[in-house]
């Protein structure tokens, strides 16, 4: 039972996921931390913050996660192919049904509608991931850095994940206690 429960929780996650990533936040949210209480929120950050330095998306790497840690290897498989499903599905009857309704005019108002949504959606995930991961002033000064490096600089994401590492283990390590309370 917990197999189908680990798929199905993650197909409706695939399912109504329009938009990509961090447009889907809400929606793991709500299953897995507040109906599930399969992952806290720190767990989700960690999984979003993980997720941007390996390869897959979001969605794939939070169900292969939490699958694993529910149910091991086949659990991780179950939740991967839940999530994975709707969208094959869903391509595949696009494309043999409504090969040119793209090109519709309403079809193409309806798009730019839904798409004002997902940055509503991905706005709302970013306020709640700088609210869980910016907790003091060291952190909102990395997050300043890193906003001059990316927007002025357009330095690549990568290397800002590394320098904010760097930044990171500077500040919270590295820095002698002394120079910490100069800065308090």
Same mark, same amino acid.
Not at 10 to 26: N, Q, S
Not at 151 to 172: D, E, K, Q, S
């Given at each position: 039972?917990?197999?189908?429960?680990?798929?199905?929780?993650?197909?409706?996650?695939?399912?109504?996921?329009?938009?990509?990533?961090?447009?889907?936040?809400?929606?793991?949210?709500?299953?897995?931390?507040?109906?599930?209480?399969?992952?806290?929120?720190?767990?989700?950050?960690?999984?979003?913050?993980?997720?941007?330095?390996?390869? #897959?998306?979001? %969605?794939?790497?939070? =169900?292969?996660?939490?699958?694993?840690?529910? +149910?091991? /290897?086949? !659990?991780?498989?179950?939740?991967?192919?839940?999530?994975?499903?709707?969208?094959?599905?869903?391509?595949?009857?696009?494309?043999?049904?409504?090969?040119?309704?793209?090109?519709?005019?309403?079809?193409?108002?309806?798009?730019? #509608?839904?798409? %004002?949504?997902?940055? =509503?959606?991905?706005?709302?995930?970013?306020? +709640?991931? /700088?609210? !869980?991961?910016?907790?003091?002033?060291?952190?909102?000064?990395?997050?300043?850095?890193?906003?001059?490096?990316?927007?002025?600089?357009?330095?690549?994401?990568?290397?800002?994940?590394?320098?904010?590492?760097?930044?990171?283990? #500077?500040?919270?390590?590295?820095?002698?206690?002394?120079?910490?309370?100069?800065?308090?």
């Amino acid at each position: 039972m917990i197999y189908f429960q680990l798929f199905y929780s993650f197909f409706k996650i695939g399912l109504f996921t329009f938009g990509g990533g961090y447009a889907m936040v809400p929606l793991l949210e709500k299953e897995l931390i507040d109906n599930k209480k399969w992952l806290t929120n720190e767990e989700l950050l960690e999984i979003m913050s993980i997720a941007q330095m390996t390869p #897959g998306t979001i %969605a794939i790497n939070a =169900a292969t996660f939490v699958g694993y840690r529910e +149910k091991g /290897f086949l !659990g991780g498989i179950m939740t991967t192919a839940g999530v994975i499903a709707p969208s094959y599905l869903v391509i595949t009857i696009i494309y043999h049904l409504f090969d040119e309704t793209f090109e519709h005019p309403i079809a193409q108002k309806a798009f730019m #509608g839904a798409r %004002a949504c997902i940055v =509503a959606l991905i706005g709302h995930s970013v306020w +709640k991931m /700088f609210k !869980g991961s910016v907790t003091d002033k060291y952190g909102l000064g990395i997050f300043l850095i890193a906003c001059l490096l990316l927007f002025v600089f357009h330095i690549h994401p990568i290397l800002l994940i590394i320098v904010g590492a760097m930044l990171g283990v #500077g500040l919270y390590v590295a820095l002698p206690k002394e120079m910490k309370n100069l800065l308090k």
